[in-house]
């Protein structure tokens, strides 16, 4: 069955009638579906549902809700992502395999030795698009919730923002080789004190080139955990969704 995101469903109910989206209703179009078919429609927060198409138009298609569908794909555990973003257009694919791994939200960095730099109205239409992929990603890969897409920042001004604090997140990891410890060790450290129902994890890992002595320094001076991932150095792509699969295995398996 064809599936969508709609957008807020603020008190969704059995027969509430709302109109697509543009891009799905096209897509709908697409498919040459008809009245009396049905597609499920997901909100982006947890809620999905089957929907009955009713009228369509030209450029418009209203459906019916019919039945609330459960949804169980979540992990049971919030990652956050916090990405040197990478060059060209390696970010797309980073959120949406993290997307597809579980990941939470994501937040883009603009680090010392980032190549790709962003501000302003570039910024800001950069985490358009990428906001698009993660719920393009949501609805091919079955989940209910799209991870959220945070506005570009400076690792320097996001750790000393209180969206970094210690008060946001149980337990924060920055990926390091030096003196770190292994990612495993570290998840089998915190799942020994923490009930996984209410555990919020945050990964950070740098750009090209990896952080800078002076940013790595920043971050363990705040409390962060050093970890590794092994003896092979990653790429900037490659690290965030390493360490995601990880904590998914741990948690999931």
């Given at each position: 069955?064809?599936?969508?995101?709609?957008?807020?469903?603020?008190?969704?109910?059995?027969?509430?009638?709302?109109?697509?989206?543009?891009?799905?209703?096209?897509?709908?179009?697409?498919?040459?579906?008809q009245p009396g078919q049905c597609i499920q429609v997901f909100d982006g927060a947890g809620?999905?549902?089957?929907?009955?198409?009713?009228?369509?138009?030209?450029?418009?298609?209203?459906?019916?809700?019919?039945?609330?569908?459960?949804?169980?794909?979540?992990?049971?555990?919030?990652?956050?992502?916090?990405?040197?973003?990478?060059?060209?257009?390696?970010?797309?694919?980073?959120?949406?395999?993290?997307?597809?791994?579980?990941?939470?939200?994501?937040?883009?960095?603009m680090c010392q030795r980032s190549v790709l730099r962003l501000d302003g109205d570039r910024a800001n239409r950069k985490v358009a698009h990428w906001q698009g992929v993660a719920v393009?990603?949501?609805?091919?890969?079955?989940?209910?919730?799209?991870?959220?897409?945070?506005?570009?920042?400076?690792?320097?001004?996001?750790?000393?923002?209180?969206?970094?604090?210690?008060?946001?997140?149980?337990?924060?990891?920055?990926?390091?080789?030096?003196?770190?410890?292994?990612?495993?060790?570290?998840?089998?450290?915190?799942?020994?004190?923490?009930?996984?129902?209410?555990?919020?994890?945050?990964?950070?890992?740098?750009?090209?080139?990896?952080?800078?002595?002076?940013?790595?320094?920043?971050?363990?001076?705040?409390?962060?955990?050093?970890?590794?991932?092994?003896?092979?150095?990653?790429?900037?792509?490659?690290?965030?969704?390493?360490?995601?699969?990880?904590?998914?295995?741990?948690?999931?398996?």
């Open positions: 069955m064809p599936r969508f995101f709609v957008g807020a469903l603020p008190g969704a109910l059995p027969d509430h009638e709302l109109q697509l989206p543009d891009g799905a209703a096209r897509h709908v179009q697409v498919l040459r579906m809620q999905e549902w089957v929907a009955e198409i009713g009228e369509m138009g030209r450029k418009h298609v209203a459906v019916r809700l019919q039945s609330a569908v459960p949804n169980h794909r979540e992990l049971p555990v919030r990652i956050t992502l916090a990405v040197g973003m990478p060059a060209n257009d390696r970010m797309d694919t980073v959120i949406e395999k993290a997307t597809e791994l579980g990941a939470y939200a994501i937040q883009p960095l393009a990603a949501s609805e091919q890969c079955g989940r209910a919730v799209v991870p959220v897409v945070h506005p570009v920042q400076s690792l320097n001004t996001w750790l000393r923002s209180e969206a970094a604090s210690s008060a946001q997140f149980d337990h924060r990891a920055v990926l390091s080789l030096r003196e770190a410890r292994s990612i495993r060790s570290v998840l089998q450290a915190a799942t020994a004190t923490d009930s996984t129902q209410a555990v919020r994890w945050v990964f950070l890992n740098g750009p090209e080139g990896g952080l800078n002595e002076e940013e790595e320094a920043s971050a363990l001076q705040a409390g962060w955990q050093a970890v590794t991932l092994g003896a092979r150095t990653l790429r900037a792509d490659t690290a965030p969704l390493a360490a995601l699969s990880v904590m998914a295995a741990h948690y999931e398996g």
